[in-house]
């Protein structure tokens, strides 16, 4: 293994355990420590799925799988993996069971066990058995009329065992039951039935107990509840895809059905069924994971549905919007004298809904255009775009069809779109679009204006009340005529313009970084001032990587708050000793990417949509902007020093790759980033430029 770089998977299995970790914390509510719980599992899945999954393709490839920069094979890394993701799932369900469970029964709320069910609750969860369970499962018996099923990606299955023969003669001994999606995962035992407290039943367990209704004149020996991941990566030749939008649509169906990744079972199950399950799906030893719960605790979600007690969440709070103009209360007032900085969750991205209506309701406005990434086909900001061209407006949306596990989504919104006559575009081939922009042509004296905004974050109204992201709604001219040759480029496939104010993606943000570490590295030199201060989701690019080591070496100080995967070494002496790493975990998705150079005491700041991993500089269209008000700069650097300041959410990347979350010394106080934020810029009006 490398001494220089971390491997991406293995530290994106870092951030999964740091993820899992704030279930462990008990200052949280009940609920929020069930939430972190069902976020590992969710992120788990996708692990699998989609980086495993490809690591797997890589083995199975006749042609020697690569060796990366951190030195790693694909059969080395899949082996670490398996090492370490099994220790991190026996701590999930030791988790479960020795503390998350119990505490909820101290709360009143009881998910109850085949063993804990009374008469009472047998007879009423019999009656639901036969009335909403039993007439859409299709159990299917093995035989060679009848042989091993392709399993739905992630579904709930059960092999059962059995003795006897069936009416026809037949005995194999084992059959297959598919439990569908369409039922619930949780239902809730009526008042009358549960007693004094809530009291709930996970589905798999109705149909574990009444399996040998479904073999009438058999014996169900037992039964055991299984889970298949497969390889659900799309893959899409683009080269020889005339029509993006109908390859999606047919790559869609493959997800569900992708070569087998892992098997998640009961850890009662019998050795000889397990080996039986693994020789129909063609996995090894390693795949297996034996759990002590249910397969996929993520069912445990449908219970922030079912159970609404405040003091069991964490407290709801109250975004803040701009201050308009009183006369007007017009964005495009506000916007010809200030910029407008928007940081979500705390600032509420209702302001740019708001300023898209306007725009949208505006006689004045002649176009608009916007990227559209992960926004959802029901999104109120679709809604508005609609009302733009019903009024005449020129629309245009350039819609990313292959966000991952979005794609479905995404081929309803183009198809909405375009019933109503909106000019969709489908991005670039070969390159994601993953930029965020809107961008509004208004006629003013004679003359068209631009008005922008660009974010960090995706047009997703959900979203914006989790993730922490930064964006800029602003009229400078710069930042708008450069935003329009974006949007000219992705519609008329031009080359790439001239840009004043922007760096982008793929050509000039890659450089505009390298270019910006290397000033800082002369400056440090020179005995100048140098600092860099970069918060991004995940750094992976082997030249930045670099580049930050060049200018450690050269003295300068460089703090770096990354999320999820981080490539660079911190602390090696002679190397990366002036390089400290962070990752913030806490009640939002840290998700904003903002970089500041110190420049000599001349400071930049700039926030973009791009992470730094080569993906997103070579092969994605992004944005990177900057920020050019000095009140609005300041604004976001104290933001970006209370972060480093942070002593109870914050982790601090170890030289051999482990993260070590800090605490408050004895006599310091704790402070908390987001609860810091939360308390200073929620619930008021912003100026924009404040």
Same mark, same amino acid.
């Given at each position: 293994? +490398?001494?220089?770089?971390?491997?991406?998977?293995?530290?994106?299995?870092?951030?999964?355990?740091?993820?899992?970790?704030?279930?462990?914390?008990?200052?949280?509510?009940?609920?929020?420590?069930?939430?972190?719980?069902?976020?590992?599992?969710?992120?788990?899945?996708?692990?699998?799925?989609?980086?495993?999954?490809?690591?797997?393709?890589?083995?199975?490839?006749?042609?020697?799988?690569? !060796?990366?920069?951190?030195?790693?094979?694909?059969?080395?890394?899949?082996?670490?993996?398996?090492?370490?993701?099994?220790?991190?799932?026996?701590?999930?369900?030791?988790?479960?069971?020795?503390?998350?469970?119990?505490?909820?029964?101290?709360?009143?709320?009881?998910?109850?066990?085949?063993?804990?069910?009374?008469?009472?609750?047998?007879?009423?969860?019999?009656?639901?058995?036969?009335?909403?369970?039993?007439?859409?499962?299709?159990?299917?018996?093995?035989?060679?009329?009848?042989?091993?099923?392709?399993?739905?990606?992630?579904?709930?299955?059960?092999?059962?065992?059995?003795?006897?023969?069936?009416?026809?003669?037949?005995?194999?001994?084992?059959?297959?039951?598919?439990?569908?999606?369409?039922?619930?995962?949780?239902?809730?035992?009526?008042?009358?039935?549960?007693?004094?407290?809530?009291?709930?039943?996970?589905?798999?367990?109705?149909?574990?107990?009444?399996?040998?209704?479904?073999?009438?004149?058999?014996?169900?020996?037992?039964?055991?509840?299984?889970?298949?991941?497969?390889?659900?990566?799309?893959?899409?030749?683009?080269?020889?895809?005339?029509?993006?939008?109908?390859? %999606?649509?047919?790559?869609?169906?493959?997800?569900?059905?992708?070569?087998?990744?892992?098997?998640?079972?009961?850890?009662?199950?019998?050795?000889?069924?397990?080996?039986?399950?693994?020789?129909?799906?063609?996995?090894?030893?390693?795949?297996?994971?034996?759990?002590?719960?249910?397969?996929?605790?993520?069912?445990? +979600?449908?219970?922030?549905?079912? %159970?609404?007690?405040?003091?069991?969440?964490?407290?709801?709070?109250?975004?803040?919007?701009?201050?308009?103009?009183?006369?007007?209360? +017009?964005?495009?007032?506000?916007?010809?004298?200030?910029?407008?900085?928007?940081?979500?969750?705390?600032?509420?991205?209702?302001?740019?809904?708001?300023?898209?209506?306007?725009?949208?309701?505006?006689?004045?406005?002649?176009?608009?255009?916007?990227?559209?990434?992960?926004?959802?086909?029901?999104?109120?900001?679709?809604?508005?775009?609609?009302?733009?061209?019903?009024?005449?407006?020129?629309?245009?949306?350039?819609?990313?069809?292959?966000?991952?596990?979005?794609?479905?989504?995404?081929?309803?919104?183009?198809?909405?779109?375009?019933?109503?006559?909106?000019?969709? #575009?489908?991005?670039?081939?070969?390159?994601?679009?993953?930029?965020?922009?809107?961008?509004?042509?208004?006629?003013?004296?004679?003359?068209?204006?631009?008005?922008?905004?660009?974010?960090?974050?995706?047009?997703?109204?959900?979203?914006?009340?989790?993730?922490?992201?930064?964006?800029?709604?602003?009229?400078?001219?710069?930042?708008?005529?450069?935003?329009?040759?974006?949007?000219?480029?992705?519609?008329?496939?031009?080359?790439?313009?001239?840009?004043?104010?922007?760096?982008?993606?793929?050509?000039?943000?890659?450089?505009?970084?390298?270019?910006?570490?290397?000033?800082?590295?002369?400056?440090?030199?020179?005995?100048?001032?140098?600092?860099? $201060?970069?918060?991004?989701?995940?750094?992976?690019?082997?030249?930045?990587?670099?580049?930050?080591?060049?200018?450690?070496?050269?003295?300068?100080?460089?703090?770096?708050? %990354?999320?999820?995967?981080?490539?660079?070494?911190?602390?090696?002496?002679?190397?990366?000793?002036? $390089?400290?790493?962070?990752?913030?975990?806490?009640?939002?998705?840290?998700?904003?990417?903002?970089?500041?150079?110190?420049?000599?005491?001349?400071?930049?700041?700039?926030?973009?949509?791009?992470?730094?991993?080569?993906?997103?500089?070579?092969?994605?269209?992004?944005?990177?902007?900057?920020?050019?008000?000095?009140? $609005?700069?300041?604004?976001? !650097?104290?933001?970006?020093?209370?972060?480093?300041?942070?002593?109870?959410?914050?982790?601090?990347?170890?030289?051999?790759?482990?993260?070590?979350?800090?605490?408050?010394?004895?006599?310091?106080?704790? #402070?908390?980033?987001?609860?810091?934020?939360?308390?200073?810029?929620?619930?008021?009006?912003?100026?924009?430029?404040?």
């Amino acid at each position: 293994m +490398s001494t220089t770089y971390f491997n991406r998977e293995l530290s994106l299995l870092e951030f999964n355990k740091r993820v899992l970790y704030q279930a462990y914390d008990e200052s949280l509510p009940i609920m929020e420590r069930l939430r972190f719980l069902c976020i590992f599992s969710t992120n788990l899945d996708e692990f699998f799925e989609v980086r495993v999954g490809g690591l797997v393709e890589m083995v199975e490839l006749s042609a020697p799988a690569p !060796v990366g920069p951190d030195g790693l094979a694909p059969v080395q890394a899949l082996l670490e993996i398996a090492e370490r993701a099994h220790h991190l799932v026996d701590e999930q369900y030791q988790l479960l069971n020795q503390q998350i469970l119990p505490l909820l029964r101290e709360h009143g709320i009881h998910v109850l066990r085949r063993d804990e069910w009374q008469e009472h609750h047998t007879q009423y969860l019999k009656a639901y058995f036969s009335s909403d369970i039993l007439p859409v499962l299709s159990p299917i018996g093995l035989d060679p009329a009848h042989p091993f099923p392709r399993i739905l990606n992630k579904s709930l299955s059960f092999i059962v065992k059995l003795d006897g023969k069936d009416a026809f003669g037949r005995n194999s001994g084992k059959a297959i039951v598919q439990v569908p999606r369409s039922l619930p995962h949780l239902i809730e035992l009526p008042p009358g039935v549960a007693g004094k407290e809530r009291a709930f039943v996970f589905i798999s367990s109705i149909v574990h107990y009444f399996m040998a209704e479904l073999f009438v004149g058999m014996t169900v020996i037992d039964s055991y509840q299984f889970r298949l991941t497969r390889n659900s990566d799309i893959f899409l030749d683009e080269e020889e895809t005339e029509d993006l939008l109908r390859a %999606v649509q047919g790559e869609l169906a493959y997800r569900q059905y992708g070569d087998e990744i892992r098997l998640e079972i009961a850890d009662t199950c019998p050795k000889d069924l397990e080996q039986f399950l693994l020789q129909r799906c063609n996995l090894n030893e390693n795949a297996v994971y034996r759990l002590n719960g249910p397969v996929n605790l993520n069912r445990f +979600s449908d219970l922030f549905d079912l %159970v609404k007690t405040p003091a069991f969440y964490f407290t709801p709070f109250i975004q803040a919007m701009p201050k308009l103009p009183k006369r007007s209360n +017009s964005y495009f007032d506000a916007l010809q004298k200030q910029d407008i900085l928007l940081h979500h969750p705390f600032d509420s991205f209702q302001a740019v809904v708001d300023f898209l209506r306007e725009a949208a309701a505006d006689p004045n406005v002649l176009a608009i255009k916007q990227t559209l990434y992960r926004s959802g086909s029901n999104s109120p900001l679709v809604d508005a775009l609609v009302t733009a061209a019903k009024a005449g407006k020129e629309v245009t949306a350039i819609i990313e069809l292959r966000a991952r596990f979005d794609e479905e989504q995404n081929v309803a919104l183009a198809e909405r779109l375009q019933r109503y006559g909106i000019h969709v #575009i489908y991005g670039v081939v070969g390159y994601k679009t993953h930029a965020k922009m809107l961008l509004v042509a208004r006629r003013e004296q004679g003359k068209v204006r631009y008005y922008v905004h660009l974010g960090t974050g995706n047009y997703h109204l959900r979203t914006s009340m989790l993730y922490t992201d930064y964006g800029l709604i602003t009229s400078d001219k710069e930042i708008g005529d450069d935003v329009y040759r974006i949007f000219l480029q992705l519609s008329s496939m031009g080359k790439a313009s001239r840009m004043d104010a922007l760096m982008y993606a793929p050509f000039t943000l890659h450089k505009g970084i390298v270019k910006r570490i290397r000033i800082e590295k002369e400056n440090a030199e020179q005995g100048k001032a140098a600092r860099i $201060i970069a918060k991004m989701n995940s750094l992976y690019d082997e030249e930045l990587v670099n580049e930050l080591y060049a200018a450690s070496q050269a003295g300068v100080e460089i703090h770096l708050i %990354v999320r999820g995967i981080c490539q660079l070494r911190p602390g090696v002496p002679g190397l990366s000793e002036n $390089i400290y790493v962070r990752s913030i975990i806490g009640r939002f998705l840290e998700h904003s990417r903002v970089f500041y150079f110190e420049n000599a005491g001349t400071p930049e700041l700039w926030c973009s949509s791009a992470d730094w991993m080569s993906r997103n500089m070579f092969h994605r269209v992004e944005t990177c902007f900057p920020i050019r008000h000095k009140k $609005i700069r300041d604004r976001i !650097v104290e933001d970006m020093g209370i972060y480093l300041a942070d002593n109870t959410h914050a982790w601090l990347l170890q030289e051999d790759g482990q993260y070590q979350r800090i605490r408050p010394e004895e006599g310091e106080a704790a #402070i908390d980033a987001q609860a810091i934020l939360l308390e200073r810029w929620s619930a008021r009006q912003l100026p924009g430029a404040v």
